[in-house]
């Protein structure tokens, strides 16, 4: 005797669930009309089905719905890195929480993830001689960025951790100097 179709089981549990919460929608949606959906309220027809050895049911794949799928695990994975780049570069909870929503809890957990240490108290701040540096480096950034407006946090973003990277300093330092000055209007 042959074994049942994996397929056939899979859909009948599938609408068995779906029917049992009230999803007729979905039902439907998998090719199930009225008469099929009647026939699984009686046990002994959807052993019939499900038992089956031969399949009685394919499956077709939505590309639409597959490529947006794709589409937004990029866009996580791609959020997930921009995450870490500015945890790796001792970026606040705040500045995380405030670019990507996540709770301090969150950041706590994706630090310890990262391996990253324990922050303890607030960066130093910076000498005057490290934000002139800072300043001589930041103004030709800006300028080399053509059309980025100041009050774009996300372009503002971009270039504090670009220099987070090349000074060796805590993005959260950076990040609050670029915003006085931004503030202060010295640009």
């Known amino acids: 005797m042959s074994a049942p179709h994996p397929l056939n089981q899979a859909v009948i549990a599938q609408a068995l669930h779906d029917l049992r919460n009230g999803q007729l929608r979905r039902c439907k949606a998998m090719g199930f009309g009225e008469q099929e959906l009647e026939a699984l309220k009686h046990p002994a027809l959807v052993s ?100 980025v407006a100041l009050e774009d946090d996300i372009a503002m973003l971009e270039i504090a951790l670009d220099l987070a990277e090349e000074q060796d300093l805590p993005a959260s330092v950076i990040w609050a100097i670029i915003r006085s000055w931004i503030d202060q209007g010295l640009v």
Not at 75 to 100: P, Q, Y
Request: proline residues 3%; contains cysteine.
């Open 48 to 147: 019939v089905l499900a038992n089956a050895t031969v399949s009685w049911c394919s499956v077709k794949v939505n590309r639409d719905v597959l490529q947006r799928l794709l589409s937004q695990v990029r866009d996580v994975e791609k959020e997930i890195a921009a995450v870490d780049r500015m945890l790796r570069l001792n970026a606040s909870t705040e500045m995380v929480s405030k670019f990507f929503g996540l709770t301090h809890q969150e950041v706590a957990l994706r630090r310890e993830i990262l391996g990253l240490p324990k922050r303890k108290g607030r960066h130093p701040v910076l000498s005057e001689a490290q934000e002139n540096a800072l300043w001589a480096r930041w103004k030709p950034a800006v300028q080399a960025r053509r059309g």
